[in-house]
């Protein structure tokens, strides 16, 4: 019971967060939507992952890998490239615990009074150092992989506009003229 209290509030605040941040990324309102729908998907998968046994760099592999699907996917209804719909919906996921307690810990290697507590805050530096890095490169390697694989579909949502001529853009057109 705790635990579907827990992915609900999950899915409902990342979702919230995400569209924060695409207002901030002044992403298109009608694709806020999609932002917060996006996040929450990736949000209560990892929840669900991490809560289940498994670990949050894994788990946020995976919960990137379901919002850069999931952007793909609702970049055409949204009329918005992937990249727009996925990045607010990924920022969430970021680990600033981690990066927050690996600086904490260099400042206190430098305040380090004895050697043994010297070593503690170093061991602390590696360690949240290190989950920091892994956790934000399994994100990036999550949402990049479906860019990449669906890449036809990926940049079909915006080049619509510009074979039907609905829309002119100087770089696509020479002198302002269609060539």
């Known amino acids: 019971m705790l635990t579907q209290i827990g992915i609900y509030q999950d899915f409902i605040f990342g979702g919230l967060a995400s569209a924060g941040f695409a207002m901030i990324a002044n992403v298109r309102l009608n694709a806020l939507p999609y932002c917060g729908f996006i996040a929450a998907a990736g949000h209560a998968l990892r929840y669900q992952l991490i809560h289940n046994g498994g670990d949050i760099v894994s788990g946020s592999f995976c919960g990137a890998l379901v919002i850069g699907l999931l952007a793909v996917v609702c970049s055409r209804m949204a009329k918005s490239p992937a990249e727009s719909l996925s990045y607010p919906a990924l920022l969430p996921m970021i680990p ?40 934000i490169s399994s994100l990036v390697l999550g949402i990049t992989l479906p860019v990449f694989a669906l890449k036809k579909m990926t940049f079909e949502a915006t080049r619509k506009n510009y074979r039907h001529g609905t829309t002119t853009n100087p770089i696509f057109y020479k002198n302002g003229r269609d060539s």
């Not at 690996?102 to 290190?130: P, R």
């Open 96 to 135: 600033g615990m981690y990066a927050y307690k690996a600086v904490h810990a260099a400042i206190g290697c430098m305040q380090a009074a004895s050697q043994d507590m010297f070593e503690h805050n170093l061991y602390l530096l590696q360690y949240n150092s290190m989950m920091t890095f892994f956790v």
